[in-house]
Nanobody, 127 residues
Framework: QVQLVESGGGLVQPGGSLRLSCATS????????MGWFRQAPGKEREFVAA????????YYPDSVKGRFSISRDNAKNAVYLQMNSLKPEDTAVYYC????????????????????WGQGTQVTVSS
């Protein structure tokens, strides 16, 4: 089992940036592909970004492509989400997740693929 703790959320103006971090502990970090998801009030949880075990493959939906960037530091057992050019519609609780069943060179994009979840961190984009 792996434990996930997100940090870095907060209030930011439209056009601003935030960097989310997800610290992990427990099992070997490189056993897991990692993902970020978000959930706004009244909406379903949606995929934001994913990265393969080695970090060689990354995935994004069109809604954040070119603005968000996922990375991982396997030496620090951490995954990050750099968010630039933030918009009010990016407001949500952001969750870090770990997938132990993904192929070694790929990552998956559906919530049902992920086995472990953090508690979430609030991101609010507002002027």
């Amino acid at each position: 089992q792996v434990q996930l703790v997100e940090s870095g959320g907060g209030l930011v103006q439209p056009g601003g940036s935030l960097r989310l971090s997800c610290a992990t502990s427990g099992r070997t970090f490189t056993d897991y592909a990692m993902g970020w998801f978000r959930q706004a009030p009244g909406k379903e949880r949606e995929f934001v970004a994913a990265i393969s075990r080695s970090g060689g493959s990354t995935y994004y939906p069109d809604s954040v492509k070119g603005r968000f960037s996922i990375s991982r530091d396997n030496a620090k057992n951490a995954v990050y989400l750099q968010m630039n050019s933030l918009k009010p519609e990016d407001t949500a609780v952001y969750y870090c997740a770990a997938d132990r069943r993904a192929d070694a060179t790929r990552a998956r994009t559906t919530t049902s693929s992920y086995d472990y979840w953090g508690q979430g961190t609030q991101v609010t984009v507002s002027s």
